[in-house]
């Protein structure tokens, strides 16, 4: 079962999200990755293994520390093998993803996006979600992810 962490605050972000990913450790998972969004950019790190893993990949990126927005998260794979690829959060454009669940058309809405010139770095079903939402995104995230929903088949958080 995954593991979603999400944190706004006063705080460095990235501390929370990690603290709170390793509370989720007992739950079991193959990779973990966060997302920080800064004023003008977005950090994705992601690894395989364990959190401390992590940890090791978010020391070689060197984040700014002064985030105070992000979202984490630990995967147990359902769509694809745990690889770097595959973990979360997945990115399209401006968007961060993590996903909990099975989107059961995403193979249909995967090849609809690709028709209209969308690539795929991943095997997963929540990189088709990211893609989707960047597709109807004109400015207005709420109503994108709405419209986004509309065509999700499966369970999902």
Known sequence: MCGIVGYLGKEK?????????????????????????????LHVVKSVG???DLERALKDAEPEE??????????WATHGR????????HVAGPIAL???GIIENYLELK???EGEGYTFQSDTDSEVVAKLIL????GDLFEAVGRALERLKGAYA
């Open 135 to 138: 597709y109807y995104y004109g």
């Open 13 to 41: 972000a990235l501390g929370v999200l990690l603290e709170g990913l390793k509370r989720l450790e007992y739950r079991g998972y193959d990779s973990a990755g966060v997302a920080l969004v800064s004023r003008d950019r």
């Open 82 to 89: 745990p690889s770097e690829a595959n973990a979360h959060p």
């Open 50 to 52: 364990k959190i401390r």
């Open 111 to 113: 090849g609809e996006l």
């Open 66 to 75: 002064t985030i105070h927005l992000g979202v984490g998260h630990t995967r």
């Open 98 to 100: 993590v996903h909990n």
